[in-house]
């Protein structure tokens, strides 16, 4: 074969070799932005669903905060409430104190409350002889003529003789009764403190109403 003969097949073969170079290169570069292309969306759904998880996660954050501080202000007005709701049942406990050891208040007697006090729980506790128990200062007040008033308006009120006495121990409260059958079974706590706190459940709505309305 002539140098020329061979020359051509050399040729042939560099120029088909170039070609599938060409088409090998092609092939990687298509396929090389294939995979950039899956990359970049890969990452730019990845970075939606960071921002979107960061957003969900800030608005739950959120919420939650505001949650707590609705809580919190809810608490501390609810604190409010209950002090000047303490602070009003004390007030109550100091003008029965004062109407107790002055024996008037306004257009409030303390004979007449204890005489009512009385009656009420002669009324509950059976027999027709019954104990009084005062505080000393009132042990000193309700006898003599005061207990014949006393028993008067008793049997008045409740429509039964009963004879009343005191006994002779004193109690330590502001002021009010306790009065008890002489044998002991049956009891009625009328104190003034013993009172006020029986009804400091029963009207503490009413309390909370007109000191706060609607706020509640």
Request: proline share 0%.
């Given at each position: 074969?002539?140098?020329?003969?061979?020359?051509?097949?050399?040729?042939?073969?560099?120029?088909?070799?170039?070609?599938?170079?060409?088409?090998?290169?092609?092939?990687?570069?298509?396929?090389?932005?294939?995979?950039?292309?899956?990359?970049?969306?890969?990452?730019?759904?990845?970075?939606?669903?960071?921002?979107?998880?960061?957003?969900?996660?800030?608005?739950?954050?959120?919420?939650?905060?505001?949650?707590?501080?609705?809580?919190?202000?809810?608490?501390?007005?609810?604190?409010?409430?209950?002090?000047?709701?303490?602070?009003?049942?004390?007030?109550?406990?100091?003008?029965?104190?004062?109407?107790?050891?002055?024996?008037?208040?306004?257009?409030?007697?303390?004979?007449?409350?204890?005489?009512?006090?009385?009656?009420?729980?002669?009324?509950?506790?059976?027999?027709?002889?019954?104990?009084?128990?005062?505080?000393?200062?009132?042990?000193?007040?309700?006898?003599?003529?005061?207990?014949?008033?006393?028993?008067?308006?008793?049997?008045?009120?409740?429509?039964?003789?009963?004879?009343?006495?005191?006994?002779?121990?004193?109690?330590?409260?502001?002021?009010?009764?306790?009065?008890?059958?002489?044998?002991?079974?049956?009891?009625?706590?009328?104190?003034?403190?013993?009172?006020?706190?029986?009804?400091?459940?029963?009207?503490?709505?009413?309390?909370?109403k007109i000191l706060f309305g609607d706020r509640?």
């Amino acid at each position: 074969m002539s140098d020329e003969g061979v020359d051509k097949i050399i040729s042939h073969i560099e120029a088909k070799a170039e070609k599938e170079v060409s088409e090998i290169l092609l092939r990687a570069q298509a396929e090389a932005d294939k995979i950039k292309k899956a990359a970049q969306e890969k990452a730019e759904r990845e970075a939606e669903r960071i921002l979107s998880n960061g957003e969900r996660l800030a608005s739950l954050e959120e919420q939650r905060i505001i949650a707590e501080t609705k809580i919190d202000v809810r608490r501390k007005r609810m604190d409010a409430q209950e002090e000047a709701i303490v602070a009003s049942f004390e007030g109550a406990r100091k003008v029965l104190q004062e109407l107790a050891e002055k024996g008037k208040r306004d257009n409030l007697v303390y004979k007449d409350i204890m005489f009512n006090l009385i009656a009420s729980a002669s009324e509950v506790v059976d027999g027709d002889k019954l104990e009084l128990a005062f505080n000393q200062r009132d042990s000193k007040t309700f006898k003599g003529k005061m207990m014949g008033k006393l028993g008067a308006f008793v049997k008045k009120m409740t429509g039964r003789d009963i004879s009343l006495a005191l006994t002779d121990e004193t109690i330590q409260c502001l002021g009010g009764v306790v009065v008890r059958d002489t044998e002991k079974q049956v009891e009625v706590d009328n104190t003034l403190e013993a009172k006020l706190n029986r009804l400091r459940e029963s009207i503490r709505v009413d309390v909370a109403k007109i000191l706060f309305g609607d706020r509640i």
